[in-house]
């Protein structure tokens, strides 16, 4: 069965210090890979996604992706983490023949220290 | 401007009562979709629509109703049966093609008393 694990339910960096979110998942090919970022109490948005091409990949608010096929791993960084990327972090796949529907992993909860 | 729209942002409700949840969007998306959110559980599927007129069934669908009648809307009832209604709800909604990005709404916090 298809399944998303994102090891780390919550992490807590100093602002200004590098960050890493592991997610692994469980998929027969490669899926479409996704990271979405959650304020508390709002709706989810899209940081960044991949499915073919460079490994690694760019996404909004400074943030990048690596893709390690050997893995099965999408990690999510950032070099310098601000007080406002305080949020929950979640990761999501897509295969082909889900009937459009994502599998989510249970989210990765960031505390930023000042 | 183009969005998804669910009102309201909070919403009581006592046991026993039939509650509906709004969801609206004018992306001219053809699938949306019901989450819901609760501490440490991640998202969970209850409906999703990838068309007018037809829907399924997702992960937790039991004590809940959908309807899609128009593209943009698809309300969510949480009925009576539910046994467990107080929660965070999330609708999202994409155009139906693989690898699109969904796009969520504000989300609505049900409290049953």
């Known amino acids: 069965a298809q399944s998303v694990t994102q090891p780390d339910i919550h992490i807590t960096v100093s602002e200004g210090a590098s960050l890493e979110l592991r997610c692994n998942y469980s998929?027969?090919?490669?899926?479409?890979l996704f990271w979405y970022v959650q304020s508390p109490g709002q709706g989810l948005q899209l940081l960044l996604k991949y499915f073919s091409g460079d490994t690694l990949v760019q996404g909004i608010k400074g943030f990048e992706a690596e893709f390690k096929r050997s893995q099965s791993s999408f990690n999510l960084r950032k070099p310098s983490v601000h007080w406002s990327d305080a949020a929950e972090y979640f990761c999501a796949v897509e295969g082909a023949g889900n009937n459009r529907k994502l599998i989510w992993g249970l989210g990765t909860s960031l505390a930023v220290n000042p | 401007d183009g969005g998804i729209t669910q009102s309201p942002k909070y919403l009581f409700r006592k046991e026993g009562q039939n509650v509906t949840l709004s969801c609206e969007q004018n992306?001219?998306?053809?699938?949306m979709y019901w989450y819901r959110q609760d501490p440490g559980q991640g998202l969970r599927l209850i409906y999703y629509?990838?068309?007018?007129?037809?829907?399924q069934k997702g992960d937790i669908a039991e004590g809940y109703s959908v309807s899609r009648e128009k593209k943009e809307s698809f309300p969510l009832t949480v009925t009576s049966a539910q046994k467990n209604p107080t929660a965070f709800y999330l609708c999202?909604?994409?155009?139906?093609?693989?690898?699109?990005?969904?796009?969520f709404g504000p989300g609505t916090r049900l409290t049953v008393l």
């Open positions: 992306l001219n998306h053809d699938a």
């Open positions: 998929y027969g090919a490669t899926p479409y």
């Open positions: 629509s990838q068309i007018v007129n037809d829907f």
């Open positions: 999202a909604s994409r155009m139906d093609r693989y690898g699109d990005t969904q796009y």
